[in-house]
């Protein structure tokens, strides 16, 4: 176990993506550790169904999330380098209207727990077990793995009926089907 001076948290989004937009999910996920690296709570949620649903969606709800729930002075980690980029920008520019994520920025910004972020640090996905050598490569390891299963757990959560997106599916197939003969 290591000591580290702030808390920690990991933060993910994830989407299952789908070729029709609207049957797309995404979820995100925030995963708190305390300042010894011992796990103190999880986080996570969807994508609110009447917003766009790319992953870049989970991963500025993720962030969203961890800032309106710190408690305590922590070090934030990301696999998502818009959001990274986002966080150490001029508030102005994060909160313009032209940028994509704005209004979820804009939540983040103003969360009491806002002040508590003391970093947000990238983090390398979807690594391998046997490439982590000290004990920091192994924290951060595991905290993203955690994320990222909770993230996708929170896409779960909009409850797509499977017989929708099955349905959706096979429309899709008989319409390029039809599209291949007229062509």
């Known amino acids: 176990s290591m000591c580290r001076p702030t808390g920690s948290c990991f933060m993910d989004g994830s989407c299952y ?11 995100w996920s925030v995963i708190f550790y305390n300042s010894k690296g011992a796990l103190t709570r999880g986080l996570y949620g969807s994508v609110p169904g009447h917003l766009r649903q790319p992953a870049q969606a989970g991963e500025y709800s993720a962030y969203a999330g961890a800032c309106v729930n710190l408690e305590e002075a922590t070090t934030g980690y990301s696999d998502c380098k818009g959001v990274i980029n986002a966080h150490k920008m001029p508030l102005h520019l994060r909160l313009s209207g032209r940028r994509a994520h704005s209004a979820t920025c804009r939540v983040a910004a103003t969360a009491d727990g806002f002040v508590h972020l003391r970093d947000l640090v990238k ?16 924290f951060l390891f595991i905290g993203n793995e955690a994320a990222d299963k909770f993230a996708k757990a929170g896409a779960n959560l909009h409850g797509l009926d499977p017989k929708v997106r099955r349905d959706a599916d096979w429309l899709l197939k008989e319409a390029k089907m039809v599209a291949a003969l007229i062509v």
Do not use: F
């Open 17 to 27: 993506r789908h070729e029709i937009a609207e049957l797309s999910r995404a979820g």
């Open 123 to 138: 983090v390398k996905a979807h690594q391998e077990w046997k490439d982590m050598i000290s004990d920091q490569d192994k």
